[in-house]
C-alpha cells in the first residue's frame, strides 16, 4: 500500500499506522542495518572500529550526540548520513509550521484542527530528506533564530492579542520538530544563546518571551565542535555539554591506506584528466605523508589539526600540474612526476594554521620543508635506508647502492629538471646520471621505461632529502648538484627546500 495516498486522519488510523517518536524511529532502523549486516555509514572511511560502533551505541541508547575533533574529520558527514535511518514519510497535519504529529499535535494551530475536525483532519507526508535541519554557530546567532519570537505583522493580520500563542513565528529548531537538527561549531554559539537550548534538550519545551508553552518537540541533535582549547572563540558551557548525554571523539585517518582510500573518493578529478594523466601509488603516497608530516611538525599548530581537504586538494593540484604541462607540450598522455609535486604547495599553505617558529620560517618554506620530509619517509619505503649505510664501517661501505649515483654528481656534474619539459627530454635527462637507472632496476626489476624514469627521478629526491647530494628549486626548474659544490655557492639565487639543515659529515662523501 503506497501510504502516501492516505489524506485524513480517519484513513491513518484505519491503515493501523504506529507512530514512534525520532528517536525510536532511528533506533529500530540502525537495529534492521546491524541485522542485515548492512553499512549504516557509507563512505565513511577509517572509522569503522572506532567512531561508528560508538555512534551506533549512542543511537541504540536514543542519545543526543556531540562529534568532538579537529577539522576535517567527517562530523558533519556522519551527522547528514543519520538521515538515512529515518523512515521514508511520515505524516504531519497538513498546514503545521512544526510537522505536527496527527496523533500528538502540539502547536496551537494543530491543536485546534484536529479538535474541529476530528478524523478529517488533513494530512501530507513529510519525506526523510525534508527532516534534517542544520546550523553553523556563529556569534550573530539569536535565541530568535533558532527558537521563535513573537510576530508583531502575524498578530495585526490575525487580528490577535500578543498574548496568543499563534502570533509566534517559530525558528529553526522547532520547524525541524520530527526530525534531526545539527549545530555546527557549538562553541561559537554565544553562552547566553546556548543556555537557551537547556530546557529543549532535558524536559522537551520551549520558551518564548514569558510564553508558558509546553511544547515537547520530537528530535534527535546533533552538535559538532573543535576541542575547546582549539579555539578562543567560545566554548561549550558546562550544563549544556552535562545535557548532551553521549560524546564521540572523531579522529585522523590512522594509516596511509586510510587516507589514500579517502583521497581517491573524495578528489573532483575531470573525466578529461582521467584520461590523460597517470598518477602512481608512489605519487599518492607522497601527497599522503605530507598531511602526516604536517600533523607531527613542529612548524604546525597541532591543536588547529590538518584537515583531509590538504590532501585531496594536493592530489587535484598534482594532476592539473600534468595535466598542464601535457597541455603545453601537446602529450595525449603523461605520468605526474616528482617535479610536479611543487605544484601542491599552495594546497598546503592554505590549509595548516602555523605556531609562532612556523610564521618565522614563512608557510611556502614550510610547505617545502613538509614536500622534503616526506621524500625522506616514503624513500626508505622503496630503497635501503641512507642513514643505516652511513652508519657502517668505512671498510663496508663499498657495497652502498647510491655511491655511484653520488660520485656523478661529486665530479662537479648537475641535473637540470625544467618543470614543463616534455616526458621524452626529461626521460633523457634521467638516463644522464650514471648509476641512477642501474640502482632501480637493482630493486625493480620488472617496470617499464616510465615507470623506471620516475623511480629514478624520485631517487633524486630522495638522496636530497637524506643530504647526500644538494637540491634547489630555482626560477622553474629544479637543480640537482653535488652538496659540497653547493654548499660554496650559498650566495647563489634560488629557493632550496629541505636538505641545507641536515648534519653533513665529511665520511659521507667518500
Known amino acids: 500500500m503506497d501510504i502516501t495516498k492516505i489524506t485524513t486522519l480517519g484513513q491513518l488510523k484505519k491503515a493501523g499506522y504506529k507512530n514512534r517518536s525520532v528517536k525510536e524511529e532511528i533506533r529500530e532502523n540502525l537495529i534492521r542495518k546491524l541485522k ?3 553499512n549504516t555509514f557509507p563512505g565513511i572511511v577509517g572509522y569503522e572500529d572506532s567512531v561508528i560502533p560508538d555512534t551506533e551505541r549512542a543511537l541504540l541508547s536514543r542519545h543526543n550526540i556531540l ?20 523512515d521514508e514519510y ?17 502547536s496551537k494551530f494543530a491543536r485546534n484542527l484536529v479538535a474541529t475536525k476530528g478524523d478529517d483532519t488533513p494530512i501530507s507526508w513529510l519525506p526523510r530528506g525534508d527532516r534534517y535541519g542544520e546550523k553553523l554557530a556563529t556569534p550573530d546567532v539569536s535565541v530568535a533564530d533558532l527558537i521563535g519570537d513573537i510576530d508583531p505583522i502575524k498578530a495585526a493580520n490575525l487580528r490577535l492579542n500578543f498574548a496568543d500563542e499563534e502570533v509566534i513565528h517559530f525558528g529553526i529548531i ?19 544563546i546556548q543556555v537557551s537550548l537547556f530546557n529543549i534538550l532535558e524536559e522537551g519545551d520551549i520558551q518564548i518571551r514569558g510564553f508558558k508553552l509546553r511544547m515537547p518537540l520530537d528530535m534527535l541533535f546533533v552538535f559538532t565542535a573543535n576541542p575547546e582549547d582549539y579555539t578562543n572563540r567560545g566554548s561549550i558551557v558546562t550544563p549544556l555539554k552535562d545535557r548532551i548525554e553521549s560524546q564521540i571523539l572523531t579522529h585522523y585517518p590512522r594509516t596511509i591506506e586510510m587516507a589514500l582510500a579517502i583521497t581517491e573518493q573524495e578528489a573532483d578529478i575531470h573525466e578529461e584528466q582521467k584520461g590523460r594523466v597517470i598518477i602512481s601509488d608512489l605519487v599518492k603516497r607522497l601527497i599522503e605523508q605530507v598531511s602526516f608530516e604536517a600533523r607531527t611538525s613542529e612548524y604546525v599548530d597541532k591543536k588547529s589539526g590538518v584537515s583531509a581537504r590538504l590532501t585531496i586538494a594536493a592530489f587535484e593540484n598534482a594532476v592539473s600540474a600534468a595535466e598542464r604541462r601535457a597541455i603545453l607540450n601537446n602529450e595525449k598522455e603523461t605520468p605526474v612526476w616528482m617535479s610536479d609535486l611543487v605544484g601542491i604547495i599552495p594546497s598546503i599553505t592554505g590549509k595548516i594554521e602555523l605556531v609562532y617558529e612556523g610564521e618565522q620560517e614563512g608557510p611556502y618554506q614550510v610547505a617545502f620543508n613538509l614536500l622534503e620530509k616526506a621524500f625522506r619517509s616514503q624513500f626508505i619505503n622503496y630503497f635501503p635506508n641512507p642513514d643505516t649505510l652511513k652508519k657502517r664501517k668505512a671498510d663496508a661501505r663499498d657495497d652502498n647502492p647510491f655511491r655511484p649515483v653520488t660520485h656523478w654528481f661529486d665530479k662537479g656534474n648537475h641535473l637540470n629538471l625544467f618543470f614543463n619539459t616534455p616526458d621524452a627530454e626529461k626521460i633523457q635527462q634521467l638516463y644522464k646520471v650514471e648509476g641512477l637507472h642501474a640502482l632501480v632496476k637493482k630493486y625493480f626489476k620488472h617496470v617499464n621505461e616510465r615507470e623506471a624514469a620516475l623511480l629514478m627521478e624520485f631517487v633524486l629526491h630522495g638522496l636530497a632529502a637524506y643530504s647526500l647530494i644538494s637540491k634547489k628549486v630555482v626560477e622553474g626548474k629544479i637543480e640537482f648538484k653535488d652538496l659540497i659544490g653547493s654548499m660554496v655557492n650559498l650566495g647563489s639565487s634560488g629557493s632550496g627546500f629541505g636538505n641545507e639543515d641536515e648534519d653533513i659529515e665529511s665520511d659521507d662523501f667518500n
Open 36 to 38: 542485515n549486516k548492512e
Open 67 to 86: 562529534f568532538l575533533g579537529l577539522r576535517g574529520q567527517a562530523k558533519t558527514r556522519m551527522a547528514r548520513q543519520m538521515v538515512d535511518l529515518l
Open 90 to 106: 511520515v505524516p504531519f497535519v497538513t498546514g503545521s509550521e512544526i510537522n505536527d504529529d496527527p496523533f500528538r499535535p502540539i
Open 174 to 192: 522547532p520547524k525541524s520538530n520530527r526530525g534531526i537538527f545539527v549545530i555546527n561549531e557549538i562553541p561559537d554559539l554565544q553562552a547566553r
